[in-house]
Nanobody, 119 residues
């Protein structure tokens, strides 16, 4: 079993910055591709950014130039640095990971962290 725990959300003014972190814990696992997703009220969950184990990154158009995803394989962590935040970035942000375990490959989600950007 693997747990993903997000941290770093909060309330920030438009134009401000936040850094989200995701920490994975458990036994006998290897993290594959990880990603940050977000879901605003009344909207579908959407991919914000993803990063492979070898640090190849992809970004949603809305995140390009403002968000930076990174990871530390030794620490089993992933971060999302967000700058120039806009009110439309307000959402619950979720950590996602594809995890290799002894029994196979599974997808895990964190419980989410709230990001609120005030105008």
């Amino acid at each position: 079993q693997v747990q993903l725990v997000e941290s770093g959300g909060g309330l920030v003014q438009s134009g401000g910055s936040l850094r989200l972190s995701c920490a994975a814990s458990g036994r006998g696992f290897i993290l594959g591709t990880m990603g940050w997703y977000r879901q605003a009220p009344g909207k579908q969950r959407e991919l914000v950014a993803s990063i492979t184990r070898t640090s190849t990154t992809t970004y949603a158009d809305s995140a390009k130039g403002r968000f930076t995803i990174s990871r530390d394989n030794a620490k089993n962590t992933m971060d999302l640095q967000m700058i120039s935040l806009l009110p439309e970035d307000s959402a619950v942000y979720y950590c996602n990971a594809i995890v290799s375990l002894t029994g196979g490959i599974r997808e895990y989600w964190g419980r989410g962290t709230q990001v609120t950007v005030s105008s």
